[in-house]
């Protein structure tokens, strides 16, 4: 039987490079576009505390999403970096993913945008409130007492602080809204000159 030998090192004809790293799509973005990332995390974490300041004396639906919305956007920003930044993370990276999730976040911001806005506009009646009191629960807990006449013209009563809240939620909604679609361009219009240079390009 005919001895088989290794192969030894420094010998046999040159082989290419593993597919995977030849054709995996990284978007090497610079740095402005972090920064804008860093904006989108720091706008959502503002947009959280004061939904939680609203939520704690009486939770509605609007400031319900935008607190979901938020948590979101830190895991969008999150991927979109380390997916990128990280070499051990590059595997993860996906500009399909990258795309799909700057759009949705803008849709999202939107509608969050839009449904703050209308619960801060839905408060139009003035009201006199007897008293109000804190039973120390986590969510729900002002509880306000208001004559009977007043009660039925809304379900909730708010003050000064809370109707700027509420507008301030909106207004940074729109803008979170906005940075997601300049990511969304910029990684759009690069990934499209992408191709184009490609199947510029002769291949070999």
Known sequence: ?????AAQPGYGAPAPAPAPAENQYVQQTPPWVVVVRGFQALFAFIILAMCGYLIHGKAMD???????????????????????????????????????LDLLMAIFWLSSMGANAAQR??????????????????????????????????????????????????????????????????????????HQTKKSTPSD
């Open 1 to 5: 039987m005919a001895e088989v030998k």
């Open 62 to 100: 609007a400031n319900v999403f935008a607190l979901v919305v938020g948590l979101m956007t830190w895991v969008v920003v999150a991927y979109a970096l380390v997916s990128e930044k990280i070499l051990g993370a590059r595997s993860l990276y996906n500009i399909w993913a990258v795309l799909s």
């Open 121 to 194: 506009a839905s408060f139009i009646y003035s009201v006199n409130v007897d008293y109000c009191y804190n039973d120390g629960s986590t969510v729900n807990s002002n509880h306000c007492v208001v004559s009977k006449r007043d009660l039925q013209k809304r379900a909730a009563v708010a003050g000064p602080v809370a109707l700027a809240v509420m507008s301030a939620i909106a207004g940074l909604s729109a803008l979170v809204m906005l940075l997601f679609i300049a990511t969304l361009v910029f990684h759009g219009h690069t990934f499209r000159m992408y």
